[in-house]
Every structure is written in structure tokens, then in C-alpha cells.
């Protein structure tokens, strides 16, 4: 089992950045994909990126390619997202997630471990 706890959100205006940490317990993180996702008020949980196990492999929404990156330092349990050139519609709260696995996905039911959640609030 593995606990998540995410960090770094806040109120930024549109063309900032801002990275977001994902810090996970225990030993074991080095056996998860891990992702991000984003909910913003009366919408759904939507995907934003994704990293494989080993971190080789890294995926994201099309809105935030090229603006976003995602990483991981599995000797300091960490995932990190950085966010630059930030727009409104990146207004939401962002979760990170974890499923045991070689491999990420884009849909959040393959997740088993969920964070509390980051409020990243961007002003036009």
C-alpha cells in the first residue's frame, strides 16, 4: 500500500508556473505508474499526465503538452508536474495517483491510490 500527499498548488497568473510534488510513503514506490489528474468545480475528474514505473515512459492530455512536464525521483519517493505558460482553464484541483505496474493509463478507475489533492488557482 502507498500513501500519497501532494504539495505546491496555489494562486498564479496566466502565463506563470508552478510545480507540483507528489511525495509517497513507504519503500515501494519504485512499483507504481504514476499519474496526475485535475478536477476543476462541476466538471469531471480528467487525466493530465502520467509515468511509467521506471519513469522511461511519460504521457499527457493534449492541453497540456509542450506547458507541462511530469518526473519522478524514485530514491526520494517523488513525482513531481511541472506547469509553465499556466491558463485559466488549468484552474482545478490536481490529484496524483498510483497503480502497481510497469505501466501508466489515461483513466482514472486503473488507479489505486489516490492523494487529498493541490488547489492550483490560475488568474486571467
Known amino acids: 500500500q502507498v500513501q500519497l500527499v501532494e504539495s505546491g498548488g496555489g494562486l498564479v497568473q496566466a502565463g506563470g508556473s508552478l510545480t507540483l510534488s507528489c511525495a509517497a510513503s513507504?519503500?515501494?514506490?519504485?512499483?507504481?505508474?504514476m499519474g496526475w489528474f485535475r478536477q476543476a468545480p462541476g466538471q469531471e475528474r480528467e487525466f493530465v499526465a502520467a509515468?511509467?514505473?521506471?519513469?522511461?515512459?511519460?504521457g499527457y492530455v493534449d492541453s497540456v503538452k509542450g506547458r507541462f512536464t511530469i518526473s519522478r525521483d524514485n530514491a526520494k519517493n517523488t513525482m513531481y508536474l511541472q506547469m509553465n505558460s499556466l491558463k485559466p482553464e488549468d484552474t482545478a484541483v490536481y490529484y496524483c495517483?498510483?497503480?502497481?505496474?510497469?505501466?501508466?493509463?489515461?483513466?482514472?478507475?486503473?488507479?489505486?491510490?489516490w492523494g487529498q489533492g493541490t488547489q492550483v488557482t490560475v488568474s486571467s
Open positions: 513507504g519503500r515501494t514506490f519504485s512499483l507504481y505508474a
Open positions: 495517483a498510483a497503480r502497481r505496474g510497469d505501466y501508466y493509463y489515461t483513466r482514472s478507475t486503473e488507479y489505486d491510490y
Open positions: 509515468i511509467s514505473r521506471l519513469g522511461g515512459s511519460t
